[in-house]
T-cell receptor, first 115, second 114 residues
Framework: KAGVTQTPRYLIKTRGQQVTLSCSPI?????VSWYQQTPGQGLQFLFE???????NKGNFPGRFSGRQFSNSRSEMNVSTLELGDSALYLC??????????????FGPGTRLTVL | QQQVKQSPQSLIVQKGGISIINCAYE??????FPWYQQFPGKGPALLIA?????SEKKEGRFTISFNKSAKQFSLHIMDSQPGDSATYFC?????????????FGQGTRLTINP
């Protein structure tokens, strides 16, 4: 089975721009979660989508948004980029069946640099 | 508000030794506690996970010890090897609907000296 893929792997943007990141989950997985990883704040949960609906949300401003398509692929968008948005953005997929011990499989991440 | 506190931030262990990383949580509603391993340039990968109805879980050289009353859990790596050198994260989540909303500790950079 192919793993979680994220594109692009690296991005450089300037302040004020917007960016869209893409995630393709493992085949058959219906849940996609997004995390931001920074040296200062560590790994922080952004949001989770399950069957095209946002099921969980973290404490990030409205500039961060996402969506999920019928094939479970997901995109996240960050508008009006700020320097502090520079981070590794990780996508994780799981079956999302609601059972406990529902392992999340992480992709390699997209490294976003905001100048 | 940091809900999962992890220590130490960095750890150096000799090859063959035991590596111990500790985590403490605040929210008693948490009911799933995984440990993740991350190598540079890679995403985190699940090592082992435990639920609060069990006090210990072992998989190969990796063991989770869980103390519900103290709200603490720890990862023990026996016979530590240089290939175990990585950053380790503890995490927690609650409920069925929230199972994918992981709250992570700050991470421990583990170095195993040959």
């Amino acid at each position: 089975k192919a793993g979680v893929t994220q594109t692009p792997r690296y991005l450089i943007k300037t302040r004020g721009q917007q960016v869209t990141l893409s995630c393709s989950p493992i085949s058959g997985h219906r849940s996609v979660s997004w995390y931001q990883q920074t040296p200062g704040q560590g790994l922080q949960f952004l949001f989770e989508y399950f069957s095209e609906t946002q099921r969980n949300k973290g404490n990030f401003p409205g500039r961060f948004s996402g969506r999920q398509f019928s094939n479970s692929r997901s995109e996240m968008n960050v508008s009006t980029l700020e320097l502090g948005d520079s981070a590794l953005y990780l996508c994780a997929s799981s079956s999302g069946t609601g059972k406990f011990d529902n392992e999340q499989f992480f992709g390699p991440g997209t490294r976003l640099t905001v100048l | 508000q940091q809900q999962v506190k992890q220590s130490p931030q960095s750890l150096i262990v000799q090859k063959g030794g035991i590596s111990i990383i500790n985590c403490a949580y605040e929210n008693t509603a948490f009911d799933y506690f995984p440990w993740y391993q991350q190598f540079p340039g890679k995403g985190p990968a699940l090592l082992i996970a435990i639920r609060p109805d069990v006090s210990e879980k072992k998989e190969g050289r990796f063991t989770i010890s869980f103390n519900k009353s103290a709200k603490q859990f720890s990862l023990h790596i026996m016979d530590s090897q240089p290939g175990d050198s990585a950053t380790y994260f503890c995490a927690a989540s609650k409920g069925i609907q929230g199972a994918q909303k992981l709250v992570f500790g700050q991470g421990t950079r583990l170095t195993i000296n040959p």
